[in-house]
């Protein structure tokens, strides 16, 4: 074979060898995109049949026929977010709080109208300018009197009631009628003569100018009134436990000890003064009385029947306390029920005997400490 024969038979065969390589490579080439194409195809397959499953949920969600949707043009499913249900237990909670108040309003308003139509002598509503005291504290000044249709009677009981004050609780002051003041535009006389000169609102400003505490608001109450408030509240009586034996000038004696005793009886305990003791022993007897109906409101009872005494009381009285300062402090009133703190004026060691212009005997006292004695009370 010659030389030029050798070169064309290996170029054939090369040529062969590359034809034979490209098949093969083309072969590997189509196997792969065949594979490719397979893949894609399940993932239309998936895509489709998702589409498909969420198109018909919706159409099915909103009463509406899949027949002849078209898929992947429908229009997208709302979510709708849960609202979190409230814990029944608080909605039991908000429920009788509803109820209740809504019991106590109710019941005030007709305590109050069933006080106001009973045939009694309630004093005329005054002209009261009322502050807050310094301390925030809405005070009540409590005004009690035996005047029997008399114009111009002295006060019998004058006591300064604060509930919202810093220590949140029931705080009471009683001032002894023999106290010596100065009376504003009267001059210097015991403190109850300011109610015969100028009814309630010349109280709160001898007490103001004389002790430094502003009233808010306050009550006249006469003790037929008081009778009828505790027997209504108090059906069976209220706890107390009687200092001593008392008999002289009382309707009813009383014996000493624990016991129970209606309106008639709880009051001859409160004012009774015929003793070596005075008024000294009559206002600690008048404070022991208060914190007495404070406890008894521990009875589930006794607080149900409250609102509607409440609103008697204010019924049967000449006051300018609203229903909502009472409601407001309802917890504060509560709290009354383990004990109420008390303070005397003239206070322990600020005063001594002395005698007025006409010859009676007075209350001397320092004005100073008594003063600072009022606020150290109420802060704590």
Same mark, same amino acid.
């Given at each position: &074979?010659?030389?030029?024969?050798?070169?064309?038979?290996?170029?054939?065969?090369?040529?062969?060898?590359?034809?034979?390589?490209? !098949?093969?490579?083309?072969?590997?080439?189509?196997?792969?995109?065949?594979?490719?194409?397979?893949?894609?195809?399940?993932?239309?397959?998936?895509?489709?049949?998702?589409?498909?499953?969420?198109?018909?949920?919706?159409?099915?969600?909103?009463?509406?026929?899949?027949?002849?949707?078209?898929?992947?043009?429908?229009?997208? @499913? /709302?979510?709708?977010?849960?609202? @979190?249900?409230?814990?029944?237990?608080?909605?039991?909670?908000?429920?009788?709080?509803?109820? =209740?108040?809504?019991?106590?309003?109710?019941?005030?308003?007709?305590?109050?109208?069933?006080?106001?139509?009973?045939?009694?002598?309630?004093?005329?509503?005054?002209?009261?300018?009322?502050?807050?005291?310094?301390?925030?504290?809405?005070?009540?000044? =409590? !005004?009690?009197?035996?005047?029997?249709?008399?114009?111009?009677?002295?006060?019998?009981?004058?006591?300064?009631?604060?509930?919202?004050?810093?220590? /949140?609780?029931?705080?009471?002051?009683?001032?002894?009628?023999?106290?010596?003041?100065?009376?504003?535009?009267?001059?210097?006389?015991?403190?109850?003569?300011?109610?015969?000169?100028?009814?309630?609102?010349?109280?709160?400003?001898?007490?103001?100018?004389?002790?430094?505490?502003?009233?808010?608001?306050?009550?006249?109450?006469?003790?037929?009134?008081?009778?009828?408030?505790?027997?209504?509240?108090?059906?069976?009586?209220?706890?107390?436990?009687?200092?001593?034996? &008392? +008999?002289?000038? =009382?309707?009813?004696?009383?014996? @000493?000890?624990?016991?129970?005793?209606?309106?008639?009886?709880?009051?001859?305990?409160?004012?009774?003064?015929?003793?070596?003791?005075?008024?000294?022993?009559?206002?600690?007897?008048?404070?022991?009385?208060?914190?007495? !109906?404070?406890?008894?409101?521990?009875?589930?009872?006794?607080?149900?029947?409250?609102?509607?005494?409440?609103?008697?009381?204010?019924?049967?009285?000449?006051?300018?306390?609203?229903?909502?300062?009472?409601?407001?402090?309802?917890?504060?009133?509560? @709290?009354?029920?383990?004990?109420?703190?008390?303070?005397?004026?003239?206070?322990?060691?600020?005063?001594?005997?002395?005698? +007025?212009?006409?010859?009676?005997?007075?209350?001397?006292?320092?004005?100073?400490?008594?003063?600072?004695?009022?606020?150290?009370?109420?802060?704590?």
């Amino acid at each position: &074979m010659s030389r030029m024969d050798r070169y064309r038979h290996e170029k054939e065969q090369t040529s062969k060898q590359n034809s034979n390589n490209n !098949i093969f490579a083309r072969r590997q080439r189509r196997q792969s995109s065949d594979e490719d194409n397979d893949h894609l195809d399940d993932y239309e397959q998936d895509y489709q049949s998702d589409w498909q499953s969420f198109d018909d949920e919706y159409y099915e969600d909103n009463g509406q026929s899949t027949e002849g949707k078209p898929p992947g043009n429908r229009p997208k @499913k /709302k979510i709708k977010k849960k609202r @979190k249900k409230k814990h029944p237990i608080v909605r039991f909670i908000l429920t009788v709080l509803i109820l =209740l108040i809504a019991y106590s309003g109710i019941s005030f308003y007709i305590g109050e109208k069933v006080g106001e139509s009973e045939d009694n002598e309630v004093p005329e509503t005054e002209n009261f300018n009322g502050f807050s005291d310094a301390n925030g504290g809405n005070n009540i000044l =409590l !005004i009690g009197n035996d005047s029997r249709g008399e114009e111009n009677a002295r006060a019998d009981t004058i006591m300064v009631l604060q509930l919202d004050g810093p220590a /949140k609780k029931p705080k009471l002051v009683s001032f002894m009628r023999d106290t010596y003041v100065n009376i504003p535009g009267a001059g210097d006389n015991k403190i109850n003569a300011s109610y015969a000169y100028g009814g309630a609102d010349l109280v709160r400003q001898t007490i103001s100018e004389n002790f430094g505490i502003d009233c808010k608001y306050y009550m006249t109450l006469d003790f037929e009134t008081f009778e009828k408030v505790i027997d209504t509240l108090f059906s069976s009586g209220v706890d107390i436990d009687a200092e001593k034996d &008392m +008999s002289k000038n =009382l309707e009813t004696p009383i014996k @000493k000890g624990p016991q129970k005793m209606d309106g008639l009886t709880l009051l001859q305990y409160a004012r009774f003064r015929m003793d070596e003791e005075g008024d000294f022993g009559r206002v600690r007897r008048q404070q022991q009385v208060i914190s007495a !109906i404070f406890s008894e409101l521990k009875n589930p009872i006794a607080l149900l029947k409250l609102p509607y005494a409440a609103g008697k009381a204010m019924g049967y009285s000449a006051n300018d306390v609203p229903m909502s300062f009472l409601a407001k402090n309802s917890f504060s009133i509560a @709290k009354g029920a383990s004990g109420v703190d008390r303070l005397s004026i003239p206070a322990e060691d600020t005063w001594s005997y002395g005698q +007025s212009y006409d010859g009676s005997s007075v209350l001397i006292m320092d004005q100073q400490a008594n003063q600072q004695a009022i606020q150290d009370f109420l802060a704590k």
